[in-house]
């Protein structure tokens, strides 16, 4: 079940809301205006951690073939270990 929130706004908000809701806005109500703005700030936000996510690995997948190193698990595990001896 969804969690009710409550909020007021006055003077020129309240006003703007009113402009949008109702028989001459494009909402029926101020809950459905306020989904909406919400929404669309979620998505934007979703949007702006992608891009935050892409512009990190951007260097990577744009990497020519020949950057890359082949690795196997074996030894990954080994240099790691040599590693840890190595800074007791």
């Not at 001459?24 to 996510?53: M, N, P, T």
């Not at 951007?58 to 082949?70: I, W």
């Amino acid at each position: 079940m969804a969690e009710g929130i409550n909020v007021r706004f006055a003077g020129p908000l309240h006003r703007f809301i009113q402009h949008r809701t109702g028989p001459g806005g494009i909402y029926q109500s101020a809950s459905e205006y306020i989904r909406d703005l919400v929404r669309h700030d979620y998505q934007r936000e979703q949007e702006r951690q992608s891009e935050a996510l892409y512009q990190h690995l951007k260097a990577g997948a744009e990497a020519p073939l020949e950057d890359f190193v082949a690795l196997d698990v074996e030894s990954v595990i080994r240099d790691a270990k040599l590693r840890r001896a190595a800074s007791k």
